[in-house]
């Protein structure tokens, strides 16, 4: 059996491409943007309710406070906040972009792979590996990668 190194990690300073890149997830003007989408749509769900609201409170008196469409608007609002921190990555992703950027390096790992499994790929995200490293640690791949 040959005895081989565990992983390896490297560092190398951003390209351009990727420094412009990093920089681009954490902008004001794209956290304009997630804030305006995300009012944008807790509005047109609290303009869907109202006006459901509004149709059924003239027939049922018992449900005319306003409570009633204005409370499923907030439980929305927070829920969507919650599950976009968990599709976005949240503020402790753009943190850690940000520490990058400041120290301006890219980690490079090397493994050593025992075996590799190449999965079916998602949606337009490019070609997906199951790799088994020398250590028995299981790590995937996905997306566009170099391999070299």
Not at 15 to 26: D, F, H, I, P, S
Not at 62 to 76: E, G, N
Not at 94 to 106: S, Y
């Given at each position: 059996?040959?005895?081989?190194?565990?992983?390896?990690?490297t560092?190398?300073?951003f390209?351009?491409?990727?420094?412009?890149?990093?920089?681009?997830?954490?902008t004001?003007?794209?956290?304009?943007?997630?804030?305006?989408?995300?009012?944008?749509?807790?509005?047109?769900?609290?303009?869907?309710?109202?006006?459901?609201?509004?149709?059924?409170?003239?027939?049922?008196t018992?449900?005319?406070?306003?409570?009633?469409?204005?409370?499923?608007?907030?439980?929305?609002a927070?829920?969507?906040?919650?599950?976009?921190?968990?599709?976005?990555?949240?503020?402790?992703l753009?943190?850690?972009?940000?520490?990058?950027?400041?120290?301006?390096?890219?980690a490079?790992?090397?493994?050593?792979?025992?075996?590799?499994?190449?999965?079916?790929?998602?949606?337009?995200e490019g070609?997906?590996?199951?790799?088994?490293?020398?250590?028995?640690?299981t790590?995937l791949?996905?997306g566009?990668i170099?391999?070299?």
């Open positions: 059996m040959i005895a081989v190194p565990p992983m390896q990690e560092f190398k300073p390209t351009k491409q990727q420094r412009k890149e990093l920089r681009g997830y954490v004001p003007g794209i956290a304009l943007f997630r804030a305006a989408v995300f009012l944008g749509v807790v509005v047109v769900v609290g303009w869907l309710l109202r006006s459901a609201h509004g149709a059924v409170s003239r027939r049922y018992a449900v005319s406070h306003d409570a009633w469409w204005l409370l499923p608007v907030v439980i929305f927070v829920a969507l906040y919650v599950r976009a921190g968990r599709w976005t990555g949240g503020r402790a753009r943190t850690a972009i940000r520490k990058d950027l400041e120290t301006g390096n890219a490079i790992r090397r493994v050593v792979a025992v075996d590799a499994i190449e999965i079916e790929e998602q949606e337009d070609p997906g590996f199951f790799i088994l490293t020398d250590d028995g640690a790590m791949f996905s566009s170099s391999i070299g």
